[in-house]
T-cell receptor
């Protein structure tokens, strides 16, 4: 599985867009980019995933570069409840054999 | 719809004692995972089940850890005997089939403290 690199921590002002970068320069053609987050004392929560096109859902947007070597998770209007550790994961599309390998993630703190 | 349910939420035991954690996945989810999360680290896979079959247990320390999912629904993870280094959060997750099957649903975890 490809490895990912994320900044250990970031701050963002409440109400602003939070942009969380992820580098996955060794990603292979069939690997998806997944984002999960983990709020304190809870289990990880799925946010979004994509292969090569940009994706948007009710929680966030995922922007994947054309060469697929990096991506950015965007929380458009951050709230205090978005304070969490955010994990960027790459995983093969063959769900029958996949396992999600978590790194240490980015600790995002939303500042009032 | 109920989420993944784990119990107990917290457990404190002395070293060398046994401990067991229980997980009830989302109804209809055939794939079940047990993850271990140490403080400040991301979750690490211990074992993955497809129905009642353990299809990936390569990271499970089999000398003291065991797991079962007898009827392909709920699952139990056991540690016997527990060591100080086993203090961690044990997370259970499940995944369904069909569209968007990449999403794992996690429980709140069971926090183990070994004294």
């Amino acid at each position: 599985d490809a490895k990912t690199t994320q900044p250990p921590s970031m701050d963002c002002a409440e109400g602003r867009a939070a942009n969380l970068p992820c580098n996955h320069s060794t990603i292979s053609g069939n690997e998806y980019v997944y984002w999960y987050r983990q709020i304190h004392s809870q289990g990880p929560q799925y946010i979004i995933h994509g292969l090569k096109n940009n994706e948007t859902n009710e929680m966030a947007s995922l922007i994947i570069t054309e060469d697929r070597k990096s991506s950015t998770l965007i929380l458009p209007h951050a709230t205090l409840r978005d304070t969490a550790v955010y994990y960027c994961i790459v995983s093969p599309s063959n769900f029958g054999n996949e396992k999600l390998t978590f790194g240490t993630g980015t600790r995002l703190t939303i500042i009032p | 719809e109920a989420g993944v349910v784990q119990s107990p939420r917290y457990k404190i035991i002395e070293k060398k004692q046994p401990v067991a954690f229980w997980c009830n996945p989302i109804s209809g989810h055939n794939t079940l995972y047990w993850y271990l999360q140490n403080l400040g680290q991301g979750p690490e896979l211990l074992i993955r089940y497809e129905n009642e079959e353990a299809v990936d247990d390569s990271q499970l320390p089999k000398d003291r850890f065991s797991a079962e999912r007898l009827k392909g629904v709920d699952s139990t993870l056991k540690i016997q005997p527990a060591e100080l280094g086993d203090s961690a959060v044990y997370l259970c997750a499940s995944r369904g089939t069909g569209p968007n099957t990449g999403e794992l649903f996690f429980g709140e975890g069971s926090r183990l403290t070994v004294l």
